[in-house]
T-cell receptor, first 117, second 111 residues
Framework: GAVVSQHPSRVICKSGTSVKIECRSL??????MFWYRQFPKQSLMLMAT?????????EQGVEKDKFLINHASLTLSTLTVTSAHPEDSSFYIC?????????????FGNGTRLTVT | DAKTTQPPSMDCAEGRAANLPCNHSTISGNEYVYWYRQIHSQGPQYIIHGLKNNETNEMASLIITEDRKSSTLILPHATLRDTAVYYC????????????FGTGTRLQVFP
C-alpha cells in the first residue's frame, strides 16, 4: 500500500492565487522530504529538499519566495505555490525516505496536477 | 551519484519479455542500481535494486554485468499495464540524499 500520501491529486486555481499541496508519510517518520516538478513528457526535476524543523534547501533556479515549503512535523511537508501563474501549471510530486532494511528507501506520492487558469 | 544512460524509448509485444538496458560505467563500488517506473500521471514506483548479484522479485529481474558497468531490467511477461517510463538510478544504498532522475526509457507495450 501507499506509504506517502499527497493531497490534493488535482487542483485548478486562478492566476494570482495561492495553492497548498500536502505530503504525508503514512507509517513512518520523515525528517527529509523532497519536492519535484514535472512538465509534460519531461523527467522529474528536483525543486527543493524539505527539512523537518529547519529551512528548506532549494535547487538552483527555484524561487524560494514563490514555492514556500513548510515541514512542521515528522510526517507532513507542505508546498505552497504563491501568486500562481499559468506557467506554474505542472505535475508536483513529493517523496520521502523510509529506512527499511534491505529494501527501497525512497517512496513517492501520487502527485498533484496543478492547473492555473 | 554516478550517471546513467538509457535508450529513450522501446517497444514490446504483450506477453513477451521486455529487456531494458542501462549503462552506468562510472558506478562506484558502494553504489547500488535502482529501478523505478512512472506510469502516466502517477508518482514513480520502486521496482527493484541490486549491488552485483542478479535480483528477482515479483515485478522484475535485474541482471548486472560482472564489471557492474551496465545492467538490464527484465519484465518477463510484459502487459499493457507495464507501459511506463522506466528510470535507472545508481546511488549509495540507504543514501538519504536527494534522488536525481535522468530521462529514462519510455516502454510501450502493444497488443
Amino acid at each position: 500500500g501507499a506509504v506517502v500520501s499527497q493531497h490534493p491529486s488535482r487542483v485548478i486555481c486562478k492566476s494570482g492565487t495561492s495553492v497548498k499541496i500536502e505530503c504525508r508519510s503514512l507509517d513512518f517518520q520523515a525528517t527529509t522530504m523532497f519536492w519535484y516538478r514535472q512538465f509534460p513528457k519531461q523527467s522529474l526535476m528536483l525543486m527543493a529538499t524539505s527539512n523537518e524543523g529547519s529551512k528548506a534547501t532549494y535547487e538552483q533556479g527555484v524561487e524560494k519566495d514563490k514555492f514556500l515549503i513548510n515541514h512542521a512535523s515528522l510526517t507532513l511537508s507542505t508546498l505552497t505555490v504563491t501568486s500562481a501563474h499559468p506557467e506554474d501549471s505542472s505535475f508536483y510530486i513529493c517523496s520521502a525516505n523510509k529506512a527499511v532494511l534491505g529494501g527501497p528507501t525512497l517512496h513517492f506520492g501520487n502527485g498533484t496536477r496543478l492547473t492555473v487558469t | 551519484d554516478a550517471k546513467t544512460t538509457q535508450p529513450p524509448s522501446m517497444d514490446c509485444a504483450e506477453g513477451r519479455a521486455a529487456n531494458l538496458p542501462c549503462n552506468h560505467s562510472t558506478i562506484s563500488g558502494n553504489e547500488y542500481v535502482y529501478w523505478y517506473r512512472q506510469i502516466h500521471s502517477q508518482g514513480p514506483q520502486y521496482i527493484i535494486h541490486g549491488l552485483k548479484n542478479n535480483e528477482t522479485n515479483e515485478m522484475a529481474s535485474l541482471i548486472i554485468t560482472e564489471d557492474r558497468k551496465s545492467s538490464t531490467l527484465i519484465l518477463p511477461h510484459a502487459t499493457l499495464r507495464d507501459t511506463a517510463v522506466y528510470y535507472c538510478i545508481v546511488r549509495v544504498a540507504y543514501n538519504t540524499d536527494k534522488l536525481i532522475f535522468g530521462t529514462g526509457t519510455r516502454l510501450q507495450v502493444f497488443p
